[in-house]
Each structure stands twice: as C-alpha cells, then as structure tokens.
C-alpha cells in the first residue's frame, strides 16, 4: 500500500486522557499489505466514534490437551497461535512467548480476543521483542451491546513505537477522524483477518508537549489463527 501525504499539524495539542495498557489489550495474525505511516492532525471539533465492521463468522473454541485428555501446558513457541501485522510492506510476527497471559480465543463470549508476543519467522522469541493485542467484537455478542468496540494494539520496543486502533481514542486525542480504529474484519473459525487504521502514540506525545510538528498515522493489515 502506498504512503499518504502528511497532514501537519494546527493550533494547540490536547492532553490524551489515557494511555493503552499493552499488557491487557488482545490481537492478531496478518495479511500481506499494509498502509504507509504518514503525519496525523489533531481535529479538536471531532467528537464522533466510527465503528468497526463486524464479524460474518464466529467459530466454537477448545484447548489443546494431550492424549491422557488433560491440558497440556507445555506448549511449543506459537503453540497459542499464530499472528502477523503488515504495514508500510514490512511484517511483524507474533506467537507464545515469556510474556505472561498471552492468549488465543476465536470466540471469547462473541469477542475475538488474542494477546501475543513478538516472534520472529522461525518462530522464536525476539529479545525486548513487543506484544500484539486485538479485541473484535463480533455482531451481536454480549460485549458489543454492553457498549465495548473493537480495538488493536502493538508495540515495537527497539523501535520506540506504539501503535494503537482504538476509536475511543478518537475524542480523546482530538485525532482526526478516521485514524484509530479497527476498519473490518472476517472470522473464519479460528482464523481472522482484517485492516485497521493506527496512530502512533510517542510521536503523538512529542506532538502534543509541542516537541514536534506532527505524529505518525498508518493502515495496516493483520490476520491471526488460533490453535486447537
């Protein structure tokens, strides 16, 4: 996907009034093509919260066990799932890790709901490597008429970047429209993918303490297949 032309940025920054936990959020493996980072304007008068596309699909999930029937915690690298996020051409993978309460739910009370670390090709976990989140909240579940939307999340620490897709963040951050949200996504029993339209949250502080004169926004894709 190509890149978009920067949007600089005008008038005073808002305070963002919270920041994305990223070892809480849940997400996903990906597609092949993503979108370009380009600079963000903030859109103070915007108030309005686009929602995601839902889910055509949602699958029945299971746990893996070993033969005796019991659940088998000795999972391999990857053993919860499989995920990868392209963006700008450039993929990043995801999988089991160290991380703590990394997850892989097709159907988490009508949520797609995954928590995975940074892995790289072979399957093996990078060092300081980050955690890719995703919440899909498929059409008519509890969740979605409880008022939650679907949400993406990844951090590449080497890289000082914090992308996040989260309409709620919309209002918050005085972004323009558009730039933080997961855009669609199919559930195929175990597998999802989609595209989601990110900022980046340290350029936006930057921006914001009036250190820079803009913040980093892109469109990316992602798929992810859960195992068992």
Do not use: H
């Not at 929602?51 to 053993?79: Q, Y």
């Not at 799932?81 to 739910?105: I, K, W």
């Not at 976990?125 to 990844?154: H, N, P, R, Y």
């Amino acid at each position: 996907m190509g890149s978009q032309e920067p949007w600089r940025i005008e008038g005073p920054a808002l305070k963002m009034g919270r920041r994305i936990s990223l070892a809480l959020g849940v997400f996903v493996v990906v597609a092949a093509c993503g979108g370009s980072p380009s600079t963000g304007t903030p859109d103070s008068g915007n108030d309005d919260q686009p929602s995601p596309t839902p889910t055509t699909t949602v699958a029945d999930t299971g746990e893996s066990t070993d033969d005796t029937g019991e659940t088998n915690d000795d999972v391999p690298v990857s053993g919860l799932g499989e995920a990868s996020v392209t963006m700008d051409g450039e993929t990043f993978y995801f999988g089991q890790t160290s991380f703590p309460s990394l997850r892989c739910d097709p159907d988490m009370f009508g949520v797609f709901w995954v928590v995975l670390g940074q892995i790289d090709e072979e399957g093996n976990e990078m060092e300081d490597g980050g955690i890719l989140q995703l919440v899909l909240v498929g059409e008519g579940s509890d969740s979605g008429e409880k008022g939650q939307v679907s949400q993406a999340t990844f951090d590449l620490p080497s890289r000082e970047q914090n992308w996040i897709a989260d309409p709620e963040e919309i209002a918050l951050g005085a972004l323009e429209p558009d730039t933080s949200q997961v855009d669609e996504f199919t559930v195929d029993g175990n597998t999802v993918s989609g595209r989601a339209s990110f900022f980046e949250r340290e350029t936006w502080f930057a921006w914001s303490a009036g250190t820079a004169d803009d913040y980093l926004v892109a469109t990316a894709t992602f798929e992810a297949n859960c195992s068992g």
